[in-house]
C-alpha cells in the first residue's frame, strides 16, 4: 500500500501572492510583488490580467516525509500577517507518520516522527508571554495502533458471546 500511495501526487507547500489592487497605470510586465524574501511573483500581462508565479516553500529533504497536509501557523499573533514558521503533518504513508516545522525564510525542516506512532493535525499555541513567533509548544493527537492477532480476536468475540 505505501508503494502505492507514494507514487501519488504529493501535497507540497507553496506561496502565491496575489494582490489586493492592480493600478492601472502600472507597465505591462512588471512584477507587483514587493515582499522581502518572497520569490513569488504576480505580473500585469495585460489590462485586467495578472500572471502568478509560486515560491516553492520547501527544498527536497520534504520528499523524504511524502509532502505534508494540515498547516497550522501561529494564528493568534500571525493570522493575516508575514510569519517565518508553520507546522504540519508528514505524509511518508497512507497515514500522517511525522510532524514538521518549516522554516519558509530558510527552507529549514525539523521533524519529529517515531515508528508505529501517527500524529493528527498539529496545534501551535505560543506561550503566554512569548517574543518570538514560534515560542511555545505544538499540540498533536498522536494515535498508536495495537496489533490484534485473529486468536485474540476470536478469543475476545467468543467471552462476549
Same mark, same amino acid.
Given at each position: 500500500m505505501d508503494k502505492f500511495y507514494n507514487l501519488l501526487c504529493r501535497n507540497l507547500p507553496r506561496?502565491? %501572492?496575489l494582490p489586493l489592487t492592480v493600478d492601472e497605470n502600472i507597465p505591462l510586465d512588471q512584477n507587483l510583488v514587493a515582499l522581502h524574501n518572497c520569490k513569488a511573483t504576480a505580473t500585469k500581462r495585460s #489590462?485586467?490580467?495578472v500572471y502568478l508565479t509560486h515560491e516553492e516553500?520547501?527544498?527536497d529533504e520534504l520528499l523524504q516525509y511524502g509532502g505534508l497536509e494540515f498547516p497550522h501557523i501561529n494564528y493568534t499573533q500571525y493570522n493575516g500577517r #508575514?510569519?517565518?514558521?508553520?507546522y504540519a503533518c508528514g505524509f511518508g504513508h497512507v497515514f500522517s507518520d511525522s510532524l514538521l516545522k518549516m522554516d %519558509?525564510?530558510?527552507?529549514?525542516?525539523?521533524?519529529w516522527r517515531y515508528p508505529g506512532l501517527f500524529p493528527s493535525e498539529p496545534v501551535f499555541v505560543a506561550s503566554p508571554k512569548a517574543t518570538e513567533e514560534d515560542d511555545g509548544v505544538v499540540l498533536s493527537v498522536i494515535i498508536t495502533p495495537r496489533e490484534v492477532s485473529y486468536d485474540s480476536a476470536q478469543q475476545q468475540q467468543q467471552a462476549h458471546s
Open positions: 506561496r502565491y %501572492v #489590462p485586467g490580467e516553500l520547501h527544498d #508575514p510569519y517565518r514558521y508553520f %519558509v525564510h530558510t527552507k529549514e525542516l525539523k521533524v
